[in-house]
């Protein structure tokens, strides 16, 4: 059987640490700032290793035939029409 302290990680507090001042008020730390882009390519990359669709089927669908409606009334599309025009436009935002 093992004692409680070996399972258990220690904590260690200490009385004068870098986050406070001689009166124990604690100072302010600068926030973390990434150089410019790096959030951005992170992103990119994050939604590039995804497979799923950054824009919903139904939205698009009602968005395209609202479009093409006042150009040709009463057009019908294919469903293979409408997922290739899709996903054209999803590597065209990534």
């Not at 258990?8 to 150089?35: C, E, L, Y």
């Not at 990359?45 to 497979?51: D, L, S």
């Amino acid at each position: 059987m093992t004692d409680v302290h070996e399972q258990m990680p220690s904590i260690v507090t200490a009385t004068n640490s870098d986050d406070t001042d001689g009166d124990g008020i604690k100072k302010s730390r600068k926030k973390h700032k990434f150089k410019s882009g790096t959030v951005c390519v992170r992103e990119i990359k994050k939604i590039q290793k995804t497979t799923k669709l950054l824009i919903q089927k139904s939205p698009f669908k009602r968005i395209i035939k609202e479009i093409t409606s006042s150009y040709t009334p009463g057009i019908i599309y294919q469903k293979n029409a409408l997922e290739a025009m899709l996903c054209k436009r999803q590597v065209r935002i990534t």
